[in-house]
Every structure is written in C-alpha cells, then in structure tokens.
DNA sequence: GACGGAATCTTTACACTGACTAGATTCCGC
DNA sequence: GCGGAATCTAGTCAGTGTAAAGATTCCGTC
C-alpha cells in the first residue's frame, strides 16, 4: 500500500484541531474520536498523539485556541466601540460563530484544566472582558461593580449556551428566523437601560 | 464465584442512575462508563442495557428526571413566593444541588433529543419558568416580554453554568466562601431593579 | 554536498469500552 | 403450582485510546 502522499504532513497539528472543529460541529465534544480525525487528516490513527500527548491534551490545545480567539475578538471590540454593550455581544457572536470552541471551553472536565498555555489564554480572555466590565462600572450606579461583571458575564454566556443548546424557543420556534446577535443586543440592552 | 447477593436487585434502574450521578459529579459526563456503573450496582456489566437500552438511553432517562426535579422545584416556588425573582433563584439553586442532572440536561448531544418522556418532562419546566416570567412581565415595563424571559432565563442559567464550571472569580478566587444562592439574588435583582 | 541528531509519522500491540446474543434465574398473574 | 414475562448473567465482537518501537524525513553543521 504505498501512498503517494508524503511521509510528513506538514502542518498536522493544525489540521487535526481544524478536524476537531468539525467533528464537534457533527456529534459534540463527546462524540469525538482520535482515530477518526487521524483518518480526516490523512494520517496513521496514532499519529494526533505525538502532538497532543492524549485525547485531552487535543481538546486542552482547542480549548485555549478558543480563549485565545475570544480574547482577540473582546479586546478589538472593547478598543473600537468602547461599549461593554458591544463587548457583550461580541462574546455572543464568538460563541455562535465557533461553537465547537465555545462548547469545549466551559467543559473543564475535558481537557487539562492546568496547562500553562490554557490558563496564559483564558487569563487574557478573562482580562479583556474585565476591563469591559471596569468601564461599564464607571458609568453604573450599581451597588457592587462586582455583582454587575457577574451579571454581565452570567447574561451573555447563559444566553450564548441557550441558543447553542436549541433550548430558547427563537432558535427552532416561531420565531427561528431572528437574529441572534440582535436579540443578544436588545437582552443587554435590557440589562442595562437605567 | 457463586455470590449471596440476590440474582434479581430489586431497584436496578434506580440505583444505575445513582450511581451515574455520582459518577458524573467525580468526573463528569464524558467520563461516564456504563460498566463502572455496573459495578457501583453490583450487577454484571451487561446488566444496565436492559434498562436503558444504551448508554445515550441511560442519560436520557437522567436527563427527564433532572428536567422533572426542575420543573417540581419552580413549579412549588413559584406557588409559594409568586415572585420571579426567586423562581430565577430556584433555578440556580437546582442546578447547584444536583449538577450532575443540570451538566446532562444542556447537552442533547449525550442523549436521545426526542424521547417522548424527555420532551414531556422539558415541557413542563419551561412551562413552570414562562409563568414565572408572565407574572414577572405584567409588572415590568419592558419593550418586548419575550427579551425579558429571554434575559431572565440567560441571567440565572448562565450565572448556574459558569458557578458550576467554577470560572467565576468568585469560586475558587478570594470570595470563595461566597454563598451561591446569595450572589444570585443579587444578580437577578440587579436585572429588575427598576 | 554529506553527515547525524531531532522531529515527525507508521506499525504493532494491548487493555478497555459499548453493544449484541443466547441462556439462566426469578417474579407474578392466573 | 404452572407458564409466560421480566430481569439478570455470560460470552463475544468491533472499535477506541494509549504506549512502545521502528521507519522516514527534515535541518543545522561541517
């Protein structure tokens, strides 16, 4: 059986992620299986494993993609707008437009919560959304800044989950035409209207 | 290996699903495996198929039955208090008591989205949480209803996910002594001060 | 241009899992 | 107490994750 293609890959890291991404998209985070994205990539079934250590260690270097991504996306929207509005509904717009991230993120059970790069990563993500915060709370008469991040946080990712989940009745109801990133903005906007 | 145990258990189903809770709550969802179940059980590995049919079966049945524990929960707050506010703190107050049921139930990629017994059961908490939020929306002056249910329901379920996941900083961070249910009163009427 | 170590991938092997089947045991209505 | 139904056991199989050892290629250095 001599393939054409050649011994090394090239960049199989990438693609073994990319071919997570996929899979997740398909079946979820539980349905994944290594040696079905080695046969996505092209590659023996043991080979995702010189790269990621384990299973786990795949979805640690996904889940802090995601952070990475997410950090990038929030500190960009909060630098352009300068609205913890906007900020909020940037985190919406990550979590629906990379789900296979998102879903493995808040899934700590899944991954190597203790890994360097995963926490370097969520440590910026956390840092971008708290600075949102920091500028919301100078213009709030909120009794506690504090409970007002965590309502903000708790909103937009209870929101992000449920639309994900298919549990809210816009998303396969009536009204499953809506836009989710505009009825994210009316809940925030809701959430801070005084 | 003749065992005194009885050949029949008596209450297998049950006691699977005790055992799946538990089991859960050390390792989460994914790490759930249908013969350590078994043996937590006292049965042969085979034994919980019967019952459940397969593994995506067994979590369906986890799945109702945490959605029916939920609806009871808001459905008797509701009752008695009639305010929304501690249904919305009903709700994390379930999710927090039984995290095992509340990690299965937002994930239908675990289990069988159209069992009939499931969707009865799904039915009937949302059902208690709209009422909830009909009563919520007749006091509040609010653009649209459905934002407002929308932002309640995304508040308490995303405060309930992120305490479970332990990423608020509140958790594991230096308030870490914080009682759940208190932070989330604060946050749910943070949403409906006006 | 050639050498040699490092990086990358394959092959082989093994324990474990979920699921299926046939058979054993017990329960319960009649 | 008879007989079908319900419940559980035992055996089996394909598929999975992981580890170890070997094969192939890359790349800095001479």
Redesign the pocket.
Known sequence: ?T?D?????????AAVLAAAVDAIAESGPAG?????L?RRA??????P???F??????LTALAAEGFALLADDLQRTGEQTGSFHEVGVAYVRFAIGHPAHFAVMFQPDLYHPDDPGLLAARARADSALSSGIDALSDRQAGPDPGVAGTAAWSLVHGFATLWLTGALPGTSGARSGDDPEAVARAVVDLLFRA
Do not use: E, Q, T
């Not at 092209?42 to 080979?47: E, L, N, Q, Y």
């Not at 250590?53 to 795949?58: F, R």
């Open positions: 059986m393939s293609r050649p011994y090394h890959h090239g960049d199989l890291r994944i299986r290594l040696r079905d080695a092209g590659v023996s079934h043991a080979a494993a010189y790269h250590g384990d299973k786990a260690g795949l």
